[in-house]
């Protein structure tokens, strides 16, 4: 095999190698229809940031990454239709430059966005929903390899947006736009978490977006980052919960040079150069790392972190950081904020595996008994049985799936392990 064949089946940590049997790259809509259609067992595969198997298949992976981006703008409708293969960093400099922007970034530009919709992969901030909330159309390529389109208000929508790779190839999505904004980005270290907890929905309301880096260790958090939009007239977060404001940039990693980081120091500048935590020009990794996180209703937050507090023995010798970040309710059946406001509890962990999946079933035992629902694209431990009774609409997506590709040719083990073994 060449070494670019190697790459080709490595996900971005190089924790996971794909096992299908091929990986095509279709050119054209054309292409992946035949692609779709001939494969006894098929499934997309985005910018490979998952840290599990969910975007594997026994069979064959269609990676949408050289289809024609097609970037079409409607200012009259406020949105914009863009090929599902494309990086969400591409798409917001697209967008700036036209003078419009997405409501929020996760804290990777570089992730696909047909694979972080799927995923209900998210930024932060109260007020803000998942990135799979600015979705409004969506095509996708079914089993027979025919184009199934579905916008928002159709009975099956809420059901296909946060889809898993479950019911076909996504190709293209529309999504909400707005006029563009500026934000500013402040850094405060060493902020008690005490005074963070006794006001903890003041505390996440603060700016725009709100992160808390921390170890769990100690009682202190070892940063905050405030992202506030200045179009508002806005003013400047001189202060947070008696952290020290920072005079240095900032990497969430502890002792890693901020040079990848996007602009602090509380500068304005466009939303696409601030709203994640990275810039795309850079590959934002500390080197081998391995990702989990846990999304827990807002009723719960404080007890939730407490529980995590209690584990930080356990937790710290394999962190490299966790992030706090809050984010808004939705209507979309598998997503980890359906119908409730809520937290993500996020772990980068060193590249120990093992250790780590160790850990995760004790994680859970005080997490999931508190609602916490794992993101589908990072390492956890529970199965359909525990995942089931989380989600409201669990078995109509089940239903959904059975209906649209009722021979399951986008099953796959982890389909099968976390949402249709039960």
């Known amino acids: 095999m060449l070494e670019e064949d190697v790459r080709d089946r490595l996900n971005w940590a190089g924790n996971y190698e794909y096992r299908a049997q091929t990986i095509e790259h279709p050119t054209s809509l054309a292409d992946l229809q035949r692609a779709v259609a001939g494969a006894s067992r098929v499934r997309a595969l985005g910018s490979r940031h998952s840290f599990n198997d969910i975007a ?39 967008l700036q430059r036209r003078g419009f922007a997405l409501h929020n970034l996760a804290s990777l530009p570089h992730i696909s966005v047909g694979g972080a919709i799927a995923t209900a992969t998210h930024g932060s901030g109260d007020a803000n929903g998942n990135l799979a909330t600015a979705v409004v159309g969506l ?46 980005q402040d850094v405060f270290t060493d902020i008690p978490w005490d005074a ?40 400047a977060p001189h202060a947070f919960y008696g952290g020290t404001p920072a005079d240095r940039a900032h990497h969430p990693v502890p002792g890693v040079a901020a040079d990848h980081c996007t602009q602090q120091l509380g500068v304005p500048g466009p939303w696409s150069d601030r709203l994640a935590h990275f810039r795309l020009a850079f590959t934002p990794s500390n080197g081998d790392e391995l990702q989990t996180e846990y999304l827990v209703g807002r009723e719960h937050a404080v007890e939730a ?32 904020n359906y119908r409730r406001d809520g937290i993500g509890l996020h772990f980068t962990w060193k590249p120990l595996q093992a250790e780590v999946e160790a850990l995760l079933p004790e994680l859970e035992a005080a997490l999931l008994p508190l609602g916490a629902r794992p993101h589908w694209g990072k390492l956890f431990a529970a199965d359909a049985a525990q995942l089931a009774p989380l989600y409201p609409r669990f078995e109509d997506f089940r239903a959904l799936a059975g209906r649209l590709d009722p021979a399951g040719k986008f099953r796959n083990a982890f389909l099968d392990r976390t949402v249709f073994g039960a």
Do not use: N
């Open 56 to 94: 594997d298949s026994p069979g064959t992976l269609v990676c949408l990454d050289v289809l024609d981006p097609g970037v079409l703008i409607d200012e009259d409708a406020l949105t914009v239709t863009v090929a599902a293969g494309v990086r969400y960093g591409v798409l917001a400099e697209h």
């Open 139 to 184: 095509e996708l390529v079914t089993a027979s390899g025919d184009v199934l389109a579905l916008a928002a208000g159709d009975d099956d929508f809420p059901g296909a947006v946060v889809g898993l790779g479950a019911l076909g190839v996504v190709h293209r999505v529309t999504l909400r736009i707005e006029p563009t904004f500026d934000v500013r």
């Open 196 to 235: 963070v907890l006794a006001d903890y929905d003041a505390a996440t309301s603060a700016a725009y977006s709100v992160s808390l880096f921390t170890d769990w260790s100690g009682d202190t958090i070892g940063q905050a980052w405030l992202k506030s939009r200045v179009d508002g007239g806005s003013s």
């Open 305 to 336: 972190i407490q529980a995590v507090r209690d584990l930080a023995p356990r937790i710290a010798p394999l962190l490299l950081v966790s992030e706090v970040r809050s984010m808004a309710a939705d209507e979309l059946w598998l997503s980890s």
